[in-house]
C-alpha cells in the first residue's frame, strides 16, 4: 500500500523505466513487464498511455489501473551543437581533412 501511494504521488515515466522500476507495481507480472519493455524497444517511446492497448496480455483493468502510476514522459535525448555536428558529419563526408587523425605511413 506505501509503495502504490509513493507511485501515485511520484508517477514513473514508462518511457524511461527500468525493470525494476515496473516491479514496484505489484499488479504487474513478469510477462507484462517484459512486453511493456518489448513495445517501448521495437516501436519507440510511448506518446500516450493510449498505446498500453497495443501491448497483449494486459487486461482494461490493468491498463487502468497502470494509468494511476505513469505517465508518458520524454526521453532525454543527446544531442549536438551544430559546430560539433558540422565536424563529426565532416570527418566521413572529407576523409582527407579528418581533425587529429595523422597516422604515419610505415
Known sequence: EDVLNELAEHPININTATTEDLQRLPFLTAQQIEDIEAYIYRYGAMKSLGELAMINGMS????????CFVYVGEVKTRSFSSLRLFFIISQYLCPKYRAFSYTPKQ
Do not use: G
Not at 61 to 66: F, S
Open 60 to 67: 482494461w483493468a490493468q491498463r487502468q489501473l497502470l494509468t
